[in-house]
């Protein structure tokens, strides 16, 4: 959170200004409450030459306050005022908006006059100099036009709702949630009609925060909205009746809520919605799947971008569970790039994507460790960014996604189980899927080498090795039973003696009845033999297996496709003067077409894309662009 973030809210909620230059001191600026014109804020900003950064800080007057007891780092004591009504505000990454914004309400509040000490103001009116008498003009109020007496009027209901706030001076986050949580219960089936077109802008809406037009036109949309009658609203008023059904607010089940985001997002977000709105509604219908124990195929079609990060590691850590295809769709996902298309499996086929992911499986101990980083559980805050007041009476559960990622709620506390994505070295990953292929394109004598790189020369040793083990994985496998050998040799024999005549025997031809040869077998070194006569067998094989694999394959084709077709113009120009507009015009080609359709061609060469296409013109990715101009020449 920045200063400009608070200023702003002041400036929206309240009408308070901030007044720069305070007291002559640049960085230095203040605000003022408008009504009783107490001091209430005092902003500092000052640009820190050792960082490059510039610090800012508050002070904020939010009467006699424990700071320490909301326990967060940024709120501390005050910079520069003095005296115990005073609080001091960190501004950095980590200070809480929703809360900085609570602080400044009860500034707000704790310095405004009260009722009884309010006075109207005392205008003095100087006579003039020649002691004129002026008479008092009639003024014809028949003409003024009269309000509209529905707007104005505050019903019952809302007043009764009001009163149900309950101030609190710590822990506000929960308090602010508790209270919109009890408001909302309260006003679920109430009604009204009184339409007004309202202009409001607040972080973290709630019914508190809304004076009474703004009340009564928020719940007379509401109303219509039920009804189906869709009609635009200012976004934090949006704001308010997503946050109700994330409470369960209007709703009879989880279920139910769901259906009603889902019904919101594609009848209201898709014609009226902002892109903030956007941006947390699908993460918000995630997390709201997860605590409510929701099917994991529900909370699935959901998934953030980010997921996919999870889903890769998920796969590449049980590789035994996932097939070849699997693995390699999960590489692609986590580096951005299709595998499929490298000439090892378009050439190779199954046995291409065999030993692609077979690598992988080999190494992925490796790559967790070093690129993927180590797993830990942390806390997790659900719903993040939206008011939500969570259910402490919830059973425990735990909610698997991934066997990498595992969401656990014990009495109240929720907490994940993951590897962190800041520790994610894609870079890295990348590096080494390319040093597989380039590896893989050797081995396989197929497709184009591709460029090495510095980068790729730390994987090199470790992917020759899962390599060779997979080659010796490959071989065929011959198996010598020992122990029939014996029962092989009394087999011949009493072939053998069957086939004698009686002239064999009288003429002296040695024999060896069945018995004779069993016991020779017992004393001789049978297993002597056996491995000797297996071991020539096997040096043949191996012998015939290094004869297959040392023929000279056909030397790979490094050539650029044909120079006279289309996409080559099209590049040639990109080198030339970065415009193709004409050569796509004059062609009559869609330029994202085209540009797919020159990636296709190159891939061989780069193992990547070329060119990029924002749908209306094509550019040449930066770091091919001197190795395209060698290709072409």
Same mark, same amino acid.
């Not at 994330?246 to 009226?272: C, H, M, P, V, W």
């Not at 995630?286 to 605590?291: G, K, L, V």
């Not at 994507?353 to 659900?382: H, S």
């Given at each position: 959170?920045?200063?400009?973030?608070?200023?702003?809210?002041?400036?929206?909620?309240?009408?308070?200004?901030?007044?720069?230059?305070?007291?002559?001191?640049?960085?230095? /600026?203040?605000?003022?409450?408008?009504?009783?014109?107490?001091?209430?804020?005092?902003?500092?900003?000052?640009?820190?030459?050792?960082?490059?950064?510039?610090?800012?800080?508050?002070?904020?007057?939010?009467?006699?306050?424990?700071?320490?007891?909301?326990?967060?780092?940024?709120?501390?004591?005050?910079?520069?005022?003095?005296?115990?009504?005073?609080?001091?505000?960190?501004?950095?990454?980590?200070?809480?908006?929703?809360?900085?914004?609570?602080?400044?309400?009860?500034?707000?509040?704790?310095? /405004?006059?009260?009722?009884?000490?309010?006075?109207?103001?005392?205008?003095?009116?100087?006579?003039?100099?020649?002691?004129?008498?002026?008479?008092?003009?009639?003024?014809?109020?028949?003409?003024?036009?009269?309000?509209?007496?529905?707007?104005?009027?505050?019903?019952?209901?809302?007043?009764?709702?009001?009163?149900?706030?309950?101030?609190?001076?710590?822990?506000?986050?929960?308090?602010?949630?508790?209270?919109?949580?009890?408001?909302?219960?309260?006003?679920?089936? =109430?009604?009204?009609?009184?339409?007004?077109?309202?202009?409001?802008?607040?972080?973290?809406?709630?019914?508190?925060?809304?004076?009474?037009?703004?009340?009564?036109?928020?719940?007379?949309?509401?109303?219509?909205?039920?009804?189906?009658?869709?009609?635009?609203?200012?976004?934090?008023?949006?704001?308010?009746?997503?946050?109700?059904?994330?409470?369960?607010?209007?709703?009879?089940?989880?279920? %139910?809520?769901?259906?009603?985001?889902?019904?919101?997002?594609?009848?209201?977000?898709?014609?009226?919605?902002?892109?903030?709105?956007?941006?947390?509604?699908? !993460?918000?219908?995630? %997390?709201?799947?997860?605590?409510?124990?929701?099917?994991?195929?529900? &909370?699935?079609?959901?998934?953030?971008?980010?997921?996919?990060?999870?889903?890769?590691?998920?796969?590449?850590?049980?590789?035994?569970?996932?097939?070849?295809?699997?693995?390699?769709?999960?590489?692609?996902?986590?580096?951005?790039?299709?595998?499929?298309?490298?000439?090892?499996?378009?050439?190779?086929?199954?046995?291409?994507?065999?030993?692609?992911?077979?690598?992988?499986?080999?190494?992925?101990?490796?790559? &967790?460790?070093?690129?993927?980083?180590?797993?830990?559980?942390?806390?997790?805050?659900?719903?993040?960014?939206?008011?939500?007041?969570? %259910?402490?009476?919830?059973?425990?559960?735990?909610?698997?996604?991934?066997?990498?990622?595992?969401?656990?709620?014990? /009495?109240?506390?929720?907490?994940?189980?993951?590897?962190?994505?800041?520790?994610?070295?894609?870079?890295?990953?990348?590096?080494?899927?390319?040093?597989?292929?380039?590896?893989?394109?050797?081995?396989?004598?197929?497709? /184009?080498?591709?460029?090495?790189?510095?980068?790729?020369?730390? =994987?090199?040793?470790?992917?020759?090795?899962?390599?060779?083990?997979?080659?010796?994985?490959?071989?065929?496998?011959?198996?010598?039973?020992?122990?029939?050998?014996?029962?092989?040799?009394?087999?011949? $024999?009493?072939?053998?003696?069957?086939?004698?005549?009686?002239?064999? !025997?009288?003429?002296?031809?040695?024999?060896?009845?069945?018995?004779?040869?069993?016991?020779?077998?017992?004393?001789?070194?049978?297993?002597?033999?056996?491995?000797?006569?297996?071991?020539?067998?096997?040096?043949?094989?191996? @012998?015939?297996?290094?004869?297959?694999?040392?023929?000279?394959?056909? $030397?790979?084709?490094?050539?650029?496709?044909? @120079?006279?077709?289309?996409?080559?113009?099209?590049?040639?120009?990109?080198? $030339?003067?970065?415009?193709?507009?004409?050569?796509?015009?004059?062609?009559?080609?869609?330029?994202?077409?085209? &540009?797919?359709?020159?990636?296709?061609?190159?891939?061989?060469? =780069?193992?990547?894309?070329?060119?990029?296409?924002?749908? $209306?013109?094509?550019?040449?990715?930066?770091?091919?662009?001197?190795?395209?101009?060698?290709?072409?020449?």
């Amino acid at each position: 959170m920045e200063l400009a973030d608070l200023t702003a809210y002041a400036k929206s909620k309240y009408d308070i200004p901030e007044e720069l230059n305070w007291i002559g001191f640049a960085g230095l /600026s203040a605000m003022h409450h408008p009504v009783s014109k107490k001091l209430i804020a005092v902003l500092m900003r000052q640009w820190d030459t050792e960082s490059g950064t510039e610090i800012q800080k508050c002070d904020l007057r939010c009467g006699r306050m424990d700071y320490r007891r909301l326990r967060h780092p940024y709120v501390t004591e005050p910079t520069r005022e003095k005296g115990g009504d005073w609080i001091g505000i960190d501004f950095t990454q980590q200070t809480d908006p929703k809360l900085v914004m609570s602080l400044f309400d009860i500034a707000y509040n704790i310095n /405004s006059p009260s009722i009884a000490t309010t006075h109207a103001p005392i205008v003095e009116v100087q006579q003039p100099d020649n002691q004129k008498v002026y008479t008092d003009t009639p003024i014809n109020f028949a003409n003024r036009p009269k309000p509209s007496k529905s707007l104005y009027v505050t019903p019952d209901k809302i007043t009764e709702m009001k009163r149900l706030y309950e101030y609190s001076m710590y822990n506000l986050d929960e308090a602010r949630s508790k209270n919109f949580y009890r408001q909302g219960k309260f006003m679920e089936d =109430f009604e009204d009609d009184a339409p007004a077109t309202v202009f409001c802008s607040y972080y973290y809406p709630t019914y508190h925060d809304l004076n009474i037009l703004e009340l009564r036109a928020y719940f007379t949309w509401r109303t219509q909205l039920r009804r189906g009658n869709i009609q635009p609203i200012a976004p934090s008023l949006a704001y308010i009746y997503i946050y109700e059904l994330l409470n369960g607010i209007g709703t009879t089940s989880a279920e %139910d809520a769901l259906a009603k985001l889902q019904s919101f997002e594609a009848n209201y977000l898709e014609r009226f919605g902002n892109g903030n709105i956007k941006n947390n509604y699908r !993460r918000w219908m995630f %997390d709201f799947a997860i605590i409510n124990n929701l099917p994991k195929t529900t &909370a699935l079609q959901y998934a953030p971008d980010e997921l996919k990060f999870e889903q890769a590691i998920g796969t590449m850590h049980d590789q035994e569970a996932h097939t070849d295809d699997e693995i390699l769709a999960a590489l692609g996902a986590a580096v951005k790039k299709d595998f499929f298309k490298s000439p090892v499996i378009k050439k190779q086929g199954d046995k291409g994507k065999k030993y692609f992911a077979g690598v992988c499986r080999i190494l992925k101990d490796e790559l &967790a460790n070093t690129i993927f980083g180590a797993q830990k559980i942390v806390g997790w805050k659900p719903l993040n960014n939206a008011i939500y007041h969570p %259910d402490k009476n919830k059973p425990d559960f735990d909610y698997e996604i991934f066997p990498t990622l595992k969401y656990k709620h014990r /009495s109240g506390v929720w907490q994940v189980q993951h590897y962190d994505y800041n520790y994610y070295n894609q870079l890295m990953l990348k590096n080494f899927v390319s040093a597989v292929d380039l590896k893989l394109r050797q081995h396989f004598h197929t497709g /184009s080498p591709l460029k090495e790189s510095e980068a790729y020369r730390q =994987f090199y040793p470790s992917i020759d090795r899962a390599i060779h083990q997979l080659d010796e994985e490959s071989k065929p496998k011959i198996t010598v039973n020992l122990q029939s050998l014996s029962q092989i040799r009394e087999d011949s $024999a009493t072939t053998r003696d069957s086939l004698l005549t009686d002239e064999d !025997r009288d003429n002296g031809i040695a024999t060896a009845t069945v018995e004779t040869l069993r016991a020779t077998s017992q004393n001789q070194n049978t297993n002597t033999f056996v491995e000797n006569n297996a071991g020539n067998i096997v040096e043949s094989v191996a @012998n015939e297996t290094l004869h297959a694999t040392s023929l000279q394959p056909t $030397a790979p084709n490094t050539a650029a496709p044909h @120079n006279d077709s289309i996409e080559i113009q099209i590049l040639h120009a990109l080198l $030339a003067d970065g415009d193709a507009s004409a050569i796509i015009k004059a062609n009559h080609l869609m330029p994202s077409i085209a &540009a797919e359709k020159i990636n296709e061609m190159f891939y061989d060469q =780069f193992a990547d894309n070329i060119v990029d296409c924002d749908g $209306a013109k094509i550019t040449i990715i930066e770091d091919y662009k001197e190795d395209v101009e060698v290709l072409l020449k």
